[in-house]
């Protein structure tokens, strides 16, 4: 199934136009609270306090997730350098070009993104990785891979294993060395 045709530069460049133009910045988004999302550290607002002798119901802070902010392209790019994430939905680069219609296109790109995700996931033998679309009008990222959020990270059971977790994921995305693991808010 993998010939070089069906994978080719030309094909692969063709269908990187559905996805959504920025690049990695390498830039440390600078906020004006220490509040604000994205941030290295989790800000005390987001902390989920539990306490089981209190008569008071949990706190519901908004969902935060650990991870790195990437896009669509980024898991797409994966998927094109593992064929085996193609033949799983019985497809190719090549093959994608010539479904007619661009907002069908648009939805075999989106499955082909999911096959990657779950491949990434048993890659890095990680069943909790967390793919999870972010709001910020700070960053341009569409979603964020992440290792847990802020209801999870206490029972988080891979802390011994993040810095290579996190390590690996930056490898495998081929995500910028100057970008580092950063708490967004899922929306």
């Not at 119901?57 to 790019?77: A, E, Q, S, T």
């Not at 048993?122 to 009008?137: N, Y």
Request: hydrophobic content about 35%; aromatic content about 10%; some cysteine.
């Amino acid at each position: 199934m993998s010939t070089t045709s069906e994978f080719s530069e030309e094909a692969i460049t063709k269908l990187l136009k559905h996805f959504q133009q920025p690049e990695h910045s390498g830039i440390q988004y600078r906020r004006k609270e220490p509040n604000h999302l994205p941030a290295a550290k989790l800000p005390p607002k987001y902390v989920v306090r539990r306490n089981r002798f209190s008569t008071q119901p949990m706190n519901r802070p908004p969902k935060v997730c650990y991870g790195y902010g990437i896009f669509l392209k980024d898991l797409f790019l994966y998927a094109c350098r593992h064929p085996e994430i193609f033949e799983r939905a019985c497809t190719s680069p090549a093959k994608l070009l010539k479904v007619k219609g661009r907002q069908m296109r648009k939805h075999y790109l989106e499955a082909i993104c999911l096959f990657a995700r779950t491949h990434l996931s048993a890659a890095l033998e990680c069943p909790r990785l967390l793919d999870t679309s972010i709001q910020s009008p700070l960053v341009d990222y569409e979603m964020a891979i992440a290792l847990y959020d802020n209801y999870s990270v206490y029972g988080y059971e891979e802390k011994k294993r993040q810095n290579e977790l996190l390590a690996r994921i930056k490898e495998e995305l081929e995500i910028p060395e100057a970008e580092q693991a950063m708490w967004f808010l899922a929306s």
